[in-house]
């Protein structure tokens, strides 16, 4: 039987690039189908104010719709609650062309080489942030983890679904890739990273994108605070049950 992926993409006001997005994945899925895979693909609106549920809506097996917005973690959750894939492909809304080179992710599962396969995307061609969040979000993870990941925020990755489950619920909010990497890596998933050409929408050094960096860089701290307290409190368990 071939093997089943669930191509999971949560969306929030992205009527403007999301056709495009899955028009290049409907195509990438074409050729994979005849080849060896079965696939289906699920987008999650999560509350947008905009058409993104009708833009969506001839391009997908199944789409679901949050009344409200709920956060990424949320909309991840929802996207693997209807999934019937053993693997699964997390792929963000606006990635337009580029989104049908991540298949290559998938690769590396087929051939039972990693649990786990994290795009590393190639450098910004214009001007972006400073660095901060991606140095705060890779020091913490190895720190908390002791893995050492050169793609800390990367929401471009696929993973077997039933190592997922094993992790339990997703992070919430911009921490949502950190707190699963710190997750996975603790948990002993093979995890690995590979250069594809996936290019998306960066924010710049104006008013807005400094906002957007600000609250990124407080969910990545608020997510890794939340795993330091979890790993205390589990090395306090460890210690009382043997004495």
């Avoid at 786990?116 to 190895?142: H, N, Q, T």
């Avoid at 948990?187 to 994108?209: A, F, K, M, Y």
């Avoid at 605070?225 to 306090?236: N, P, S």
Wanted: avoid cysteine; proline fraction near 3%.
């Amino acid at each position: 039987m071939k093997p089943f992926v669930s191509i999971i993409i949560p969306a929030w006001n992205e009527a403007d690039v999301i056709e495009e997005t899955l028009e290049h994945i409907q195509r990438q899925v074409n050729v994979a189908s005849r080849e060896k895979l079965r696939i289906e693909v699920i987008v999650v609106d999560d509350g947008s104010r905009d058409n993104t549920y009708e833009a969506a809506w001839p391009w997908v097996d199944k789409l679901v719709k949050h009344s409200r917005r709920r956060g990424k973690g949320a909309a991840l959750q929802s996207g693997v609650a209807k999934a019937r894939g053993d693997l699964l492909l997390f792929l963000d809304a606006d990635l337009r062309a580029t989104a049908a080179e991540a298949f290559v992710l998938i690769e590396p599962l087929l051939r039972r080489e990693a649990d786990m396969a994290i795009a590393k995307l190639p450098p910004s061609g214009g001007k972006a942030g400073f660095g901060l969040v991606k140095g705060l979000a890779r020091r913490g993870i190895y720190r908390l983890s002791g893995y050492a990941t050169e793609a800390p925020l990367s929401g471009q990755r696929a993973v077997r679904a039933d190592r997922l489950r094993e992790l339990g619920k997703f992070a919430r909010g911009f921490g949502v890739e950190v707190a699963l990497t710190i997750d996975a890596a603790r948990s002993g998933l093979r995890i690995v990273e590979l250069n594809v050409p996936i290019t998306h929408r960066e924010t710049g050094r104006d008013w807005h994108g400094f906002l957007h960096r600000g609250k990124q860089f407080a969910a990545v701290g608020f997510t890794l605070l939340a795993r330091w307290k979890g790993r205390k409190r589990v090395w306090v368990s460890s210690d009382q049950s043997s004495i």
